[in-house]
T-cell receptor, first 113, second 115 residues
Framework: GENVEQHPSTLSVQEGDSAVIKCTYS??????FPWYKQELGKRPQLIID?????GEKKDQRIAVTLNKTAKHFSLHITETQPEDSAVYFC????????????FGKGTSLLVTP | NAGVMQNPRHLVRRRGQEARLRCSPM?????VYWYRQLPEEGLKFMVY????????ESGMPKERFSAEFPKEGPSILRIQQVVRGDSAAYFC?????????????FGPGTRLTVL
């Protein structure tokens, strides 16, 4: 099947520290890997994405790495701030269907001042 | 350019009734995806549609669930004879294309409660 595993399920860090969330996927046809942030009661919002022809991508305090051989990808948030607190979802494209997404179960990140 | 619109935002149904959820994609988007989110869980893919076509419905239960995206009007996810286990948030997303540039933008969701 097409599974995306995400760890950890909860993560608590102090403001200013880094946070790392890791995901693995099983669909070898996946070639698009977005990360979404969802605040309580709100819609998921795309924060960064990476495509399979790239190993790393960075956008200010957020970076994503991809290892296609090992089928895993990670989200790195540096200099965390309280407003980074939310649930973060990784996803991998369903390669055979025109790129609908399989999502991980989410990581609840809490950044304490 | 309005974002993805969904209505209603909240829907309450009694067991056995029908639920009809609507999704209007962003302007210029012809690809629509429906996902279901159970409390404290991730989003589960249900169905992917283009105008007048169902591309992938492998995530949608075979019984009671159906989806359409007509040439004119919003995409509709229909749940017949709802049961308590159908209570969830249903999100739709839209994208301009499939393939390489396929960023999906999500709507605000419809929260379905089955009494």
């Amino acid at each position: 099947g097409e599974n995306v595993e995400q760890h950890p399920s909860t993560l608590s860090v102090q403001e200013g520290d880094s946070a790392v969330i890791k995901c693995t996927y099983s669909d070898s046809a996946s070639n698009y890997f977005p990360w979404y942030k969802q605040e309580l009661g709100k819609r998921p919002q795309l924060i960064i994405d990476i495509r399979s022809n790239v190993g790393e991508k960075k956008d200010q305090r957020i970076a994503v790495t991809l290892n296609k051989t090992a089928k895993h990808f990670s989200l790195h948030i540096t200099e965390t701030q309280p407003e980074d607190s939310a649930v973060y979802f990784c996803a991998a494209s369903r390669g055979n269907s025109g790129y609908a997404l399989n999502f991980g179960k989410g990581t609840s990140l809490l950044v304490t001042p | 350019n309005a974002g993805v619109m969904q209505n209603p935002r909240h829907l309450v149904r009694r067991r056995g009734q029908e639920a009809r959820l609507r999704c209007s994609p962003m302007k210029g988007h012809s690809h629509v995806y429906w996902y279901r989110q159970l409390p404290e869980e991730g989003l589960k893919f249900m169905v992917y549609l283009q105008k007048e076509n169902i591309i992938d419905e492998s995530g949608m239960p075979k019984e009671r669930f159906s989806a359409e995206f007509p040439k004119e009007g919003p995409s509709i996810l229909r749940i017949q004879q709802v049961v308590r286990g159908d209570s969830a948030a249903y999100f739709c997303a839209s994208s301009a294309t499939s393939g390489y540039y396929n960023e999906q933008f999500f709507g605000p969701g419809t929260r379905l409660t089955v009494l």
